[in-house]
């Protein structure tokens, strides 16, 4: 069964930056889309950064473009979220998930196109 953890999360402050990790286990990266997505209280969780089943393409909301960056290690089978210029806004909870189809990157917005998930990881952001 493939597991994902998270880790990285924190207390920062405005403008400062983490990077998020997501270890996966059961099997590799490749050829899967791999994604993050963030839920904060009382709303509902929405898509953050996505990365191609091939590693070659990003995806982003309009939110975070141009702060944040997804990329993976597939040698230590690995997933990261760099997120930098981080705002209040930003608080929620962080969670790292896989698509199960191999090789299809479609839908990669959608939580419910999403077959593993993490536990998540906190991430908090004061002003």
């Known amino acids: 069964q493939v597991q994902l953890v998270e880790s990285g999360g924190g207390l920062v402050q405005a403008g400062g930056s983490l990077r998020l990790s997501c270890a996966a286990s059961g099997r590799t990266l490749a050829p899967y889309t791999m994604g993050w997505f963030r839920q904060a209280p009382g709303k509902e969780r929405e898509f953050v950064a996505a990365l191609s089943w091939s590693g070659g393409k990003t995806y982003y909301a309009d939110s975070v473009k141009g702060r944040f960056s997804i990329s993976r290690d597939n040698a230590k089978n690995t997933v990261y979220l760099q997120m930098n210029s981080l705002e209040p806004e930003d608080t929620a909870v962080y969670y790292c998930?896989?698509?199960?189809?191999?090789?299809?990157?479609?839908?990669?917005?959608?939580?419910?196109?999403?077959?593993?998930w993490g536990q998540g990881t906190q991430v908090t952001v004061s002003s």
């Open positions: 998930a896989q698509k199960g189809q191999p090789a299809y990157d479609g839908s990669y917005n959608s939580p419910e196109k999403y077959d593993y």
